[in-house]
């Protein structure tokens, strides 16, 4: 059965966890769209409860870290990983029109869900 519990993530910079090999650690990386255009940088990495990586975090827009705006988009996206970006299978406009972070709803089954949704993933729980 599935509980809440599993639907809780964190952010792997909070969780005091590192990824064993740090070649391996796509934080601060670009995001390029599936036409490869720029959309931003790898902020965070969201993990569950068992460690694996959910969602990445990134930070697009906005100017020398002023209004920048921060999304979610689930691992299921990432088409190619390379040194210095990660590519995902969306558009800019797609990434831009999905439901926004909010530190408020984080902890959220149904807001992760909405989450899966928008981008036409199935939730891993």
Known sequence: MTTQDNAMLSKL???????????DDIRGRKVK???GKDLGKVDD???????????????HGGFLGVGETKSF???????????DEVHINHSRDRVAKAPRYDPDLVDSRTYYANIYGYYGYVPYW
């Open 73 to 83: 988009i689930p691992i299921d996206a990432i088409t190619r990983i390379t040194e």
């Open 13 to 23: 910079s909070d969780s005091g966890q590192t990824v064993a090999n740090p070649a």
């Open 45 to 59: 990495l969201l993990i569950d409860q068992e460690r694996k990586m959910r969602f990445l975090r990134v930070e």
């Open 33 to 35: 769209d599936k036409d």
